[in-house]
């Protein structure tokens, strides 16, 4: 089964997931391993060096550079190495967060053409080593560079028509993480970057698989967290630390998005600090 890259791009712009981790695999010629199964998350296959051949439930693929390569959760999969070179390959694989009408393709195995650069080598390998140390690893960041994958994989002609739109987003994702302790509104930041907020919000949710709104929260959680760990600011100076001015309304959203209020994390990182 084949799948167009626009298709594909425009497949997980629409889909409710979570990256739950990227792997890079390196086999030797010859290596083979049969009888096996996938995990039981979907993910994608991008073949960087060497060649391959997988089946996913008995469907053949042959693996190269210039192919993106999907398969669906706890499928039967042999593969083999071919020819002299080493198999290189990185695979991501991801969950639905929710259900979703942009489902149609998670449970299916298929191959898309698709373009191979340098930078999209680059980007790739930049995605496995940010996600590969735990304790580094932050959801958004990790989907803004699959999109990034995604965008650069495109054909040359369509890749050129999404580079300033991309470039926006990178510059609204800096603004962000750089303003994120003053009060940011949506309709303001595309106001900056003269845009109504219905279509900055659309380009941004496009490139990053998360609304403009949903990235200046979690980077706030993200940074309080920090803060609540490392610091010993008070959870009412943590608040206005990231922005938020009310403290009961910052502590009500950091337990709905963390699991634990705010104050239960400051003290229990205070009583291990005086141990």
């Keep these: 089964m084949k799948v167009d890259i626009h298709e594909l791009v425009n497949y997980f712009s629409m889909l409710k997931f979570h990256i739950v981790n990227v792997r890079r695999g390196v086999i030797a010629p010859g290596g083979k ?5 996938t995990p039981p998350f979907s993910g994608l296959v991008f073949p960087l060096h060497g060649r391959a051949r997988m089946f996913f439930n008995q469907v053949p693929y042959e693996m190269e550079q210039g192919k993106i390569f999907h398969f669906g959760p706890n499928m039967s999969l ?7 070179a080493y198999w290189d390959y990185i695979v991501i694989q991801y969950e639905l967060k929710a259900e979703s009408d942009a489902t149609q393709y998670y449970l299916c195995h298929y191959e898309v053409d698709a373009r191979f650069s340098p930078r999209l080598h680059e980007i790739l390998l930049q995605m496995y080593l940010q996600c590969a140390i735990p304790n580094q690893f932050i959801e958004q960041k990790a989907k803004k560079i699959l999109f990034d994958v995604l965008n650069e994989s495109l054909p040359a002609t369509s890749n050129s028509n999404h580079e300033n739109a991309r470039t926006l987003v990178d510059q609204a994702m800096n603004f962000i993480t750089t303003h994120y302790m003053n009060p940011v509104t949506i309709p303001k930041l595309a106001e900056h970057y003269g845009l109504k ?4 919000a659309y380009l941004f949710h496009k490139y990053t698989g998360v609304s403009p709104n949903e990235y200046l929260i979690d980077y706030r959680i993200h940074r309080a967290h920090e803060l609540l760990c490392h610091s010993k600011c008070s959870v009412a100076e943590v608040s206005a630390c990231v922005g938020y001015s009310d403290p009961y309304y910052f502590s009500r959203l950091f337990k709905k998005r963390t699991g634990f209020s705010p104050s239960i994390l400051r003290n229990s990182k205070q009583t291990a600090i005086s141990k």
């Design 78 to 84: 042999d593969k083999e190495v071919i020819g002299d």
């Design 197 to 200: 907020t219905k279509q900055f």
């Design 33 to 37: 391993c049969f009888g096996i199964t």
